[in-house]
């Protein structure tokens, strides 16, 4: 099993609808999660992080962490087309820090006006 | 505050050539750390440098090397390069270690062709 995986995509949503990108990850991965977005070119922003069991809200962003299942999710509300971009999940490594993450292959979205 | 500056930010080379990439953390970070992306592998880490010091290492060949001056920029360097070695190559800085809760971020990164 790969230390941290996501659906590939694309995963399509008309704006105005909830997108729900998901990432499970293997005991190799320390509880803790980030997930970054990466518009087509650029580098990837990080628009949450995820330390404890349960929900986390910010706007319209919401990420949950669900540690007895090993999955991670992102929720973002209200999609808009700027929304379009790869989601990336990333976790560290059992025994390192956060300055070492391993990232999912990300989950493309793609929002339709 | 001025955010991780990566320089060049497209570099273009042929085999067997060296390069160096060169990173400027957001100030006060300490921890730098390198990634390369491409389209087969996704997001790889290759090092990570803080106080100077290379503290976490990734899965590549030699030809991958690193180092962190004292105001903690820092350079990495791509010996004998391969076609193979096209890539985005990241640079992630945090404020700390110890697995305080501070993540990454980014920069704008250097796209590395080669010919």
Redesign the interface.
Known sequence: QKEVEQNSGPLSVPEGAIASLNCTYSDRVSQ?F?W?RQYSG?????IM?I?SNGDKEDGRFTAQLNKASQYVSLLIRDSQPSDSATY?C?GPPRG???????????TRLLVSP | KAGVTQTPRYLIKTRGQQVTLSCSPISGHR?V?WYQQTPGQ????LF?Y?SETQ??K?NFPGRFSGRQFSNSRSEMNVSTLELGDSA?Y?CAS?PD?????????????TRLSIL
């Open positions: 803790s980030f970054y650029k580098s990837p922003e990080l992080s330390y990336l990333a390192t820090g956060f300055q070492k993450l391993v990232f999912g292959t990300g | 921890s750390s996704g997001l790889q880490f990570e803080f503290r976490n990734g985005l990241l945090s270690a110890g697995g305080s809760n501070q993540p990454q971020h980014f920069g704008d990164g």
